[in-house]
């Protein structure tokens, strides 16, 4: 039997928009061409956060007692939704001025 609660909801968007945020920043780096070397540390971090909250999610789906915290996943989410909207707003600059057809101003 499983058990299934809005926090596991927001556990499963937190790991989606962190996969997300792994990609972009892997995008980031290749635009980059791995310059700075921090954004590997950066790649890390979001797939530790997204590596931690495989086992946490598939344990609390298995346990009538909730392992997850509504709260603590709702403050996470906010922050992975944050570091999405920064990363996709640093590769959108990237992109415009790595693109040999702009006109610079």
Known sequence: MTYWTIADDIAVAVLVVGALCMYLSF????????APRAWYVIIAAFAVLFVRGIPELYLDI????????????????????????GLYMLTRTFQK???PGRRPY
């Not at 298995?62 to 909207?85: G, H, K, N, Y």
């Open 97 to 99: 001025q790595l693109d």
């Open 27 to 34: 995008g980031l780096t290749r635009m980059t061409s791995g």
């Open 62 to 85: 298995q346990a009538p007692a909730s392992r997850v915290d509504i709260f603590e996943e709702t403050i996470l989410l906010a922050v992975v939704v944050l570091f999405a909207i």
